[in-house]
Nanobody, 130 residues
Framework: QVQLVESGGGLVQAGGSLRLSCTAS????????MGWFRQAPGKEREFVLS????????IYADSVKGRFSISRDNAKNTVYLLMNSLKPEDTAIYYC???????????????????????WGQGTQVTVSS
């Protein structure tokens, strides 16, 4: 069982930057691919980006390409989301999530689907003012 705790959210002006952290406990983070999702008021949760257990591979939503990046430090059991050039439409609750790196003895691929992630944090609010 993995417990995930996000931190680093807050209020920022458009064009500004924030770095979110997601720290895991209860298991070794290197056993998981990690993703970030977000949910804006009145909207469904959407995929933002994810990183493989090794840190070698990443996938991004088109809406954040060139502005957001993801990294991880397995020694610290922590994943980071660096958000630059923030826009008001980035306002949302941001969640980190853990996807098992293997199922049935086979490595899993990075996924944009929330159903592929078994563990979720409680979320951290990011508000971007115009």
């Amino acid at each position: 069982q993995v417990q995930l705790v996000e931190s680093g959210g807050g209020l920022v002006q458009a064009g500004g930057s924030l770095r979110l952290s997601c720290t895991a406990s209860g298991d070794t983070l290197s056993f998981y691919n990690m993703g970030w999702f977000r949910q804006a008021p009145g909207k469904e949760r959407e995929f933002v980006l994810s990183i493989s257990w090794s840190g070698i591979s990443t996938i991004y939503a088109d809406s954040v390409k060139g502005r957001f990046s993801i990294s991880r430090d397995n020694a610290k059991n922590t994943v980071y989301l660096l958000m630059n050039s923030l826009k008001p439409e980035d306002t949302a609750i941001y969640y980190c999530a853990a996807q098992p790196r293997s199922v049935g003895g086979r490595f899993t691929g990075l996924s944009r689907s929330s159903s592929e992630y078994d563990y979720w944090g409680q979320g951290t609010q990011v508000t971007v003012s115009s």
